[in-house]
């Protein structure tokens, strides 16, 4: 089995590492501190074809593989986790969701604009009582002439506060759960859609998280992708996706955080030497950077497949649950190694600290992979 990239994956990833370490690592601490959500970073992102990058040259994105896209994530959030999640939000969310799932006219209408920056999508389909138990969906969208009405709230929306459409989850048919669910594609400049107040958060700040009520929205039968009742199955698909995505976010963070841990340990000296030199330093290193790496492995083999089979639903959560909690390890450890001057606030660890714990909940809790993998596992034992 070969994991060396190719010559254009080298390519493209160092274009992406030079925009992380010249444009979104300097501006990485004050998208932190004022919670602003870092609309021309979006805007520099998109030029670089990250707003599309699986999605089809023809449709104007960069066309790219899945492994390249989970480097491009890697990279990205090791300069800033809110870039990386307000990316692979308009990515996995939305551009492709579209682009596989919907009909030529949503696709000439949006994926271009979403793949270039021109519009920016949200997914929408948490809510106060539908988060790990997302069947549970208590927004309804009730047939009307030759169209729908959509009503409900939708919670802890990322891109909302910028979004220009959002892929909105309803039940057309209550009480049938997840088989009774559609996806409509709803522009959030029609009448009847709100905005609620920016959300603030412990860490991965800037991700203009706001609520989004639908309150009788109108919205044509042409505004629902794929088939009634199908939108269940659409939303979980785009998780997969997105659960790459999100690993390799997490894998950013806690690269990120054993590079500051390395750092230190070269330059901070106690009893007369580096604190590097010492084994106990050593040992939780090179625990972190096999765990790191495992989590690498399992992100390649997830995005790999990505491109080859229709469903990866147990690697996906495999490398998000792995990914997640191995960098909140490295933080953690990070932490440690730093100590004052990692607790310190404002110190990029503490930063990083704060991040990392995103990972471990949204697109799926680490118990929710666990689910996930369990049912395969246990399927495949039968």
């Known amino acids: 089995m070969d994991f060396s990239l190719s010559a254009e994956q080298e390519t493209f990833l160092a274009a992406v590492k030079a925009f992380a370490r010249d444009c979104v690592a300097p501006a990485a601490a004050r998208i932190d501190e004022t919670g602003e959500y870092p609309r021309e970073l979006v805007a ?4 670089l074809g990250l707003m599309g990058v699986t999605v089809p040259a023809a449709a104007g994105g960069a066309g790219r593989d899945y492994v390249s896209y989970a480097l491009a994530m890697e990279a990205i959030s090791q300069a800033s986790a809110t870039l990386a999640v307000i990316l692979s939000v308009n990515n996995s969310l939305v551009a492709e969701p579209i682009a596989t799932h919907g009909s030529p006219e949503q696709r000439d209408r949006w994926l271009r604009a979403l ?4 519009s920016i999508g949200a997914f929408a389909l948490s809510e106060a009582n539908a988060g790990s138990d997302a069947a549970n969906q208590e927004s309804v969208a009730r047939p009307d002439g030759d169209g729908y009405v ?7 929306v990322a891109n909302a506060e910028a979004a220009d459409v959002a892929i909105v989850f309803a039940s057309t048919e209550p009480g049938a759960r997840g088989r009774g669910v559609s996806a409509f594609l709803v522009p959030l400049s ?7 107040k920016r959300q603030d958060s412990l860490g991965v700040r800037g991700l203009g998280c706001m609520d989004l009520v639908f309150d009788n929205v109108s919205v044509g039968a042409d505004s629902r992708i794929g088939e009634a009742g199908r939108g269940f199955r659409l939303a979980m698909r785009a998780l997969e996706g997105g659960r790459i995505a999100i690993a390799a976010q997490a894998l950013g963070i806690g690269q990120a955080a054993l590079e500051e841990a390395l750092a230190y340990s070269r330059r901070r000296h106690a009893f007369g030497q580096p604190i590097g030199s010492f084994q106990t330093i050593q040992f939780q290193l090179a625990d972190l950077a096999t765990d790191l790496e495992a989590a690498r492995m399992l992100i390649w083999r997830a995005a790999s497949l990505h ?4 469903r990866v639903a147990q690697d996906a959560a495999m490398a998000k649950l792995h990914a997640s909690e191995a960098a909140h390890r490295a933080a953690d450890r990070a932490m440690q190694i730093l100590a004052s001057e990692g607790y310190r606030r404002g110190s990029t660890v503490e930063r990083l600290f704060r991040d990392v714990r995103a990972a471990e909940i949204y ?8 689910m996930v993998i369990a049912e395969h ?3 495949r034992r039968r």
């Open 377 to 379: 596992v246990m399927d």
């Open 115 to 118: 793949a270039t920056g021109q």
């Open 44 to 47: 520099e992102a998109a030029a």
């Open 307 to 310: 491109d080859h089979v229709d």
């Open 190 to 196: 029609a009448p009847g859609i709100s905005r609620g």
């Open 363 to 370: 697109q799926g809790t680490s118990e929710v992979q666990r």
């Open 150 to 156: 959509i009503s409900g709230t939708k919670v802890w």
